[in-house]
Protein backbone atom coordinates (compact mmCIF):
# COMPACT_ATOMS: atom_id res chain seq x y z
CA UNK A 1 0.00 0.00 0.00
CA UNK A 2 1.04 3.30 -0.95
CA UNK A 3 -0.12 6.56 1.23
CA UNK A 4 0.84 10.10 -0.29
CA UNK A 5 0.94 12.71 2.56
CA UNK A 6 0.36 16.10 1.61
CA UNK A 7 1.67 19.45 3.21
CA UNK A 8 1.67 22.82 2.41
CA UNK A 9 -1.80 24.26 2.35
CA UNK A 10 -3.02 27.36 3.76
CA UNK A 11 -4.32 31.13 3.39
CA UNK A 12 -1.99 34.00 0.99
CA UNK A 13 -2.99 37.35 0.00
CA UNK A 14 -3.22 37.75 -3.75
CA UNK A 15 -0.25 37.99 -5.38
CA UNK A 16 2.02 35.54 -2.71
CA UNK A 17 3.37 32.12 -3.08
CA UNK A 18 2.81 28.72 -1.19
CA UNK A 19 4.41 25.55 -1.95
CA UNK A 20 2.63 22.53 -1.66
CA UNK A 21 4.94 19.21 -0.95
CA UNK A 22 3.65 15.32 -1.35
CA UNK A 23 5.52 12.36 -0.11
CA UNK A 24 4.87 8.83 -0.72
CA UNK A 25 4.88 6.21 1.99
CA UNK A 26 4.52 3.20 2.66
CA UNK A 27 5.70 0.11 0.34
CA UNK A 28 6.54 2.07 -2.53
CA UNK A 29 7.82 0.48 -5.99
CA UNK A 30 7.98 2.34 -8.86
CA UNK A 31 6.32 5.02 -9.16
CA UNK A 32 5.92 6.72 -12.71
CA UNK A 33 4.00 10.08 -12.94
CA UNK A 34 3.36 12.06 -10.28
CA UNK A 35 0.89 15.30 -10.40
CA UNK A 36 -1.36 17.69 -8.27
CA UNK A 37 -4.83 18.20 -9.62
CA UNK A 38 -7.33 20.78 -7.90
CA UNK A 39 -10.70 21.02 -7.38
CA UNK A 40 -12.60 24.61 -6.35
CA UNK A 41 -15.75 24.40 -4.78
CA UNK A 42 -18.62 23.68 -7.58
CA UNK A 43 -16.23 22.63 -9.80
CA UNK A 44 -14.96 19.32 -11.34
CA UNK A 45 -11.40 18.69 -10.25
CA UNK A 46 -8.70 19.43 -12.74
CA UNK A 47 -5.01 18.65 -13.18
CA UNK A 48 -2.74 21.37 -11.87
CA UNK A 49 0.38 20.10 -12.87
CA UNK A 50 2.16 16.57 -13.79
CA UNK A 51 5.68 15.69 -14.08
CA UNK A 52 6.95 12.25 -15.26
CA UNK A 53 9.43 10.03 -13.77
CA UNK A 54 11.95 11.06 -16.62
CA UNK A 55 10.98 15.12 -15.92
CA UNK A 56 9.00 15.93 -18.12
CA UNK A 57 6.29 18.31 -17.21
CA UNK A 58 2.70 19.64 -17.96
CA UNK A 59 0.80 22.55 -16.89
CA UNK A 60 -2.85 23.77 -17.10
CA UNK A 61 -3.18 26.94 -19.11
CA UNK A 62 -4.01 28.95 -16.10
CA UNK A 63 -0.84 27.94 -14.25
CA UNK A 64 1.78 28.30 -16.95
CA UNK A 65 4.52 30.86 -15.77
CA UNK A 66 3.24 30.84 -12.14
CA UNK A 67 3.14 27.40 -11.01
CA UNK A 68 6.01 25.36 -11.06
CA UNK A 69 6.53 21.14 -9.93
CA UNK A 70 9.18 18.94 -9.36
CA UNK A 71 10.05 16.05 -8.21
CA UNK A 72 12.66 13.99 -5.87
CA UNK A 73 12.72 10.59 -7.10
CA UNK A 74 14.53 9.42 -4.64
CA UNK A 75 12.88 10.50 -1.81
CA UNK A 76 9.30 9.70 -3.99
CA UNK A 77 8.35 13.76 -3.51
CA UNK A 78 6.59 16.23 -5.80
CA UNK A 79 6.48 20.01 -5.15
CA UNK A 80 4.55 22.66 -6.05
CA UNK A 81 5.48 25.80 -6.17
CA UNK A 82 2.64 28.44 -6.58
CA UNK A 83 3.79 32.36 -7.53
CA UNK A 84 1.95 35.21 -8.31
CA UNK A 85 -1.56 33.45 -6.77
CA UNK A 86 -4.70 34.74 -7.66
CA UNK A 87 -8.08 34.47 -5.80
CA UNK A 88 -9.52 31.58 -8.74
CA UNK A 89 -6.40 29.20 -7.37
CA UNK A 90 -8.22 28.42 -4.15
CA UNK A 91 -9.14 25.19 -4.00
CA UNK A 92 -8.47 21.84 -2.65
CA UNK A 93 -5.47 20.56 -4.18
CA UNK A 94 -4.48 16.65 -4.21
CA UNK A 95 -1.75 15.20 -5.34
CA UNK A 96 -1.30 12.01 -7.43
CA UNK A 97 0.87 9.08 -8.55
CA UNK A 98 0.63 6.08 -10.59
CA UNK A 99 2.37 3.19 -9.03
CA UNK A 100 3.57 -0.04 -10.20
CA UNK A 101 4.45 -2.93 -7.64
CA UNK A 102 6.62 -6.13 -7.90
CA UNK A 103 4.29 -7.36 -10.46
CA UNK A 104 3.44 -4.83 -12.79
CA UNK A 105 0.29 -3.85 -11.08
CA UNK A 106 -0.33 -0.51 -11.51
CA UNK A 107 -2.71 1.51 -9.33
CA UNK A 108 -3.45 5.13 -9.04
CA UNK A 109 -2.68 6.90 -5.65
CA UNK A 110 -4.53 10.05 -4.47
CA UNK A 111 -3.87 12.37 -1.36
CA UNK A 112 -6.37 13.39 1.00
CA UNK A 113 -5.45 16.89 -0.29
CA UNK A 114 -4.47 20.38 1.16
CA UNK A 115 -6.50 23.52 1.00
CA UNK A 116 -5.41 26.63 -0.48
CA UNK A 117 -6.89 30.01 0.24
CA UNK A 118 -6.27 33.19 -1.98
CA UNK A 119 -7.73 36.35 -0.11
CA UNK A 120 -8.09 39.67 -2.52
Known amino acids: QVQLVESGGGLVQAGGSLTLSCAAK????????MGWYRQAPGKQRELVAG???????NYADSVKGRFTISRDSAKNTVDLQMNSLKPEDTAVYYC??????????????WGKGTLVTVSS
Open 26 to 33: GTVFIINA
Open 51 to 57: ITNDGKT
Open 96 to 109: NAQHFNEYGDGMVY
